[in-house]
């Protein structure tokens, strides 16, 4: 989308102002948003947002020491310099920082497990993985019950789907059928 001021740029921010309970809504450039007066992008506020995050963090003292915060093998960016940017800088930094992360992720989103959509190219095998995790669940269940036919019919069932997507072993899917 264009800038709806000058017309040349592509527009970035989206500025809207109320004047006489009159609504405008305007998509500009950075150039002509910064002339309006509109400072501050979604880079700007990075810091200050992770700072607010991780206040909430740290007030659970579930953080490890500064001293203790790793690097990520990979590109180099520390942990406090993710705090500051607001944005990990590979896909590498997710183990690199795993331990901070997750306490993180599960004060933000109440979980440190992905529970969303998937790409289409990987959407089967994501949604078999999710179901055999679920069977795997349910077998531990049917088991502590005493409930060995169904135990015995998701052991089949998490072979099978895992025989779907290539893997030769069956994890811990250890039950046998036996009679009391």
């Given at each position: 989308m264009k800038c709806e001021r000058c017309g040349s740029r592509t527009a970035t921010v989206r500025y809207a102002e109320v004047v006489d309970g009159l609504l405008t809504t305007w998509h500009l450039c950075e150039e002509c948003a910064s002339e309006r007066g509109v400072t501050g992008s979604l880079t700007s506020l990075a810091g200050p947002l992770v700072n607010i995050l991780m206040g909430l963090l740290e007030g659970?003292?579930?953080?490890?020491?500064?001293?203790?915060?790793?690097t990520c093998p990979r590109c180099g960016l520390t942990y406090e310099g993710f705090r500051q940017a607001g944005?990990?800088?590979?896909?590498t930094c997710y183990e690199a920082f795993a331990s901070q992360l997750r306490p993180l992720l599960r004060?933000?989103?109440?979980?440190?497990?992905?529970?969303?959509?998937?790409?289409?190219a990987v959407e089967g095998d994501h949604f078999r993985?999710?179901?055999?995790?679920?069977?795997?669940?349910?077998?531990t269940r049917a088991v502590r019950a005493e409930n060995y036919e169904?135990?015995?019919?998701?052991?089949?069932?998490?072979?099978?789907?895992?025989?779907?997507?290539?893997?030769?072993?069956?994890g811990d899917?250890?039950?046998?059928?036996?009679?009391?």
């Open positions: 659970g003292g579930e953080v490890e020491s500064p001293d203790a915060a790793p944005r990990l800088g590979c896909a004060r933000i989103h109440g979980s440190a497990e992905h529970a969303g959509g998937a790409p289409s993985r999710r179901e055999i995790s679920r069977l795997k669940g349910e077998l169904r135990a015995a019919q998701l052991r089949d069932a998490i072979r099978s789907g895992e025989c779907e997507l290539g893997s030769t072993e069956t899917v250890d039950v046998r059928d036996n009679d009391k």
